[in-house]
């Protein structure tokens, strides 16, 4: 399930993700995307993991359509709150590796440094 949550951040797409996501869930938070890039501004997100549950098919090539489309380049910075230890450090990873986009992961005991992190963003 992908659920948009309030962070309290203007100009940031935040949701949590617990369990599978479906096509529809995704094509919701892909419209968001698209919404920030057609007024010109950077995509910043905040995405809490709860638990990971799988990707239906379709909502991963929904996903993958988006990035061959429109690129990362309307990205600006992402932070992903993780309950898993492992996740953080994945994205951290990611975020080396994906130099034009600044990617960071936090436990969830820091959901606040996330926060700060976003807020500075900009």
Same mark, same amino acid.
């Given at each position: ?61 929904? $996903?993958? $359509? ?17 309950? $898993?230890?492992?996740?953080? $450090? ?33």
């Amino acid at each position: 399930m992908l659920e948009f949550i309030d962070i309290g951040i203007t100009g940031v797409v935040a949701y949590r993700l617990e369990g599978k996501v479906s096509t529809e869930e995704m094509k919701s938070a892909l419209d968001k995307f698209r919404a920030i890039i057609d007024q010109g501004e950077q995509i910043n997100i905040y995405q809490e993991v709860t638990s990971l549950g799988g990707v239906e098919f379709a909502a991963m090539k929904e $996903k993958l $359509k988006f990035f061959l489309e429109l690129g990362w380049s309307n990205f600006g910075r992402v932070a992903v709150v993780a309950e $898993k230890k492992w996740i953080p $450090k994945l994205v951290d990873l990611e975020g080396k590796l994906l130099k034009r986009v600044e990617m960071k992961g936090f436990s969830m005991e820091e959901k606040d440094q996330a926060i700060a992190y976003l807020k500075g963003a900009g």
